[in-house]
């Protein structure tokens, strides 16, 4: 089930968010993530329209939109990748936003393998500044 984000959802979406990292950024070093819990916390989740994926009322999933169709995340705790959690979540975006774009590191393949699947095309690639990786920047349109 997708349902609007609670403040009582903070240390559910940063757990999801740091679990889902560690493994999908295997190339950043995990203190990178440790130290960027507070961001999280206290600048990211303010500035963000965000959505939780429960399962048997446990938070397994969210997703956060920015202004213009951004997606500025979107997690699925390790465990329950592969069930079509994100896919739900991306179509719910969809929804809600019409044309979606993100940004994606060019380093995680599977990632970049469910965004196309999902429509997205890559128009871009710049550096991320707080990891020195290469970003993907994708785009949706509406269909």
Known sequence: ?????????????????????????????????????????NIYIPLAESYMYEIEGKPVAFMSLLEDGE???LFVLPEFQGRGIGRELILCAADLKGELKLGVFRENPKAV??????GF??????????????????VRKVQ
């Open 113 to 118: 393998g469910f965004y196309e699947e999902m």
């Open 1 to 41: 089930m997708i349902r609007p984000f609670h403040i009582e959802d903070t240390e559910a979406m940063i757990e999801i968010w740091y679990a889902a990292s560690i493994v999908a950024h295997n190339f950043v070093p995990d203190d990178f993530w440790e130290r960027e819990k507070e961001n999280i916390r």
């Open 121 to 138: 095309c890559k128009v871009g690639e710049k550096i991320e500044e707080t990891t020195g990786h290469p970003l993907w920047e994708m």
């Open 71 to 73: 997606v500025g995340a």
